[in-house]
């Protein structure tokens, strides 16, 4: 099965900074990942799709790169409602897929 | 509204089985696919199951592969998820989710229920 490393696993930032998140695959994987904030209590929301694509209605201060085994997601500047947890996906493997383990953001 | 119940939830002994249940309304449930995804207390998220539209792709994380099944009844709008040969490992909040295509090779959940908590201790 791929495996996908997420790291950091937290981090504490303040508002207005830049924040970059990174997710490696075990093997390549092209563009197939995506990108998901949770908040708690909530669905993971989709905010990257094919690595770097935007979903509609996300805020473009986020941003995706990446293809084959090493992907990033970029705050550009954090703002107070991003305080969440990240999570990459991976679908390459279809029909199996593959979450990495997660960045939670918190407040510095 | 579309709305996903999770239940069958509870606990169970190690090498014992469960069957999970999500009930669907609000939507058209035999055109979309569904997911399990399960959550280990202060754990992050882990795909456990999918099964497309009309049940010809279905794909389990190797930790559940050959102990548990996923299946639906489209006609009951309803999606299961069959646990047997259960370990600790597998204690976890379970939650239904939708995905927005008929097959998952694009995964985009939206939405997911509250979840149904499984515990396997003795």
């Known amino acids: 099965d791929i495996q996908m490393t997420q790291s950091p696993s937290s981090l504490s930032a303040s508002v207005g900074d830049r924040v970059t998140i990174t997710c490696r695959a075990s093997?390549?994987?092209?563009?197939?990942l995506g990108w998901y904030q949770q908040k708690p209590g909530k669905a993971p929301k989709r905010l990257i799709y094919?690595?770097?694509s935007l979903q509609s209605g996300v805020p473009s201060r986020f941003s995706g790169s990446g293809s084959g085994t090493e992907f990033t997601l970029t705050i550009s500047s954090l703002q107070p409602e991003d305080f969440a947890t990240y999570y990459c996906?991976?679908?390459?493997?279809?029909?199996?897929?593959?979450f990495g383990g997660g960045t939670k953001v918190e407040i510095k | 509204e579309v709305q996903l119940v999770e239940s069958g939830g509870g606990l169970v002994q190690p090498g014992r089985s469960l069957r999970l249940s999500c009930a669907a309304s609000?939507?058209?449930?035999?055109?979309?696919?569904m997911h399990w995804v399960r959550q280990a207390p202060g754990k992050g998220l882990e795909w456990v199951s999918g099964?497309?539209?009309?049940?010809?792709?279905?794909g389990y994380a190797d930790s559940v592969k050959g102990r548990f099944t996923i299946s639906r009844d489209n006609a009951k709008n309803s999606l299961y998820l069959q646990m047997n040969s259960l370990r600790a490992e597998d204690t976890a909040l379970y939650y239904c989710?939708?995905?927005?295509?008929?097959?998952?090779?694009?995964?985009?959940?939206?939405?997911w229920g509250q979840g149904t908590l499984v515990t396997v201790s003795s």
């Open positions: 989710a939708k995905d927005i295509g008929h097959d998952y090779g694009d995964p985009n959940f939206d939405p």
């Open positions: 609000g939507f058209t449930f035999d055109d979309y696919a």
């Open positions: 099964i497309s539209w009309n049940s010809g792709s279905i």
């Open positions: 093997q390549g994987i092209r563009n197939d």
């Open positions: 094919a690595a770097s």
């Open positions: 996906l991976q679908h390459n493997s279809y029909p199996q897929l593959t």
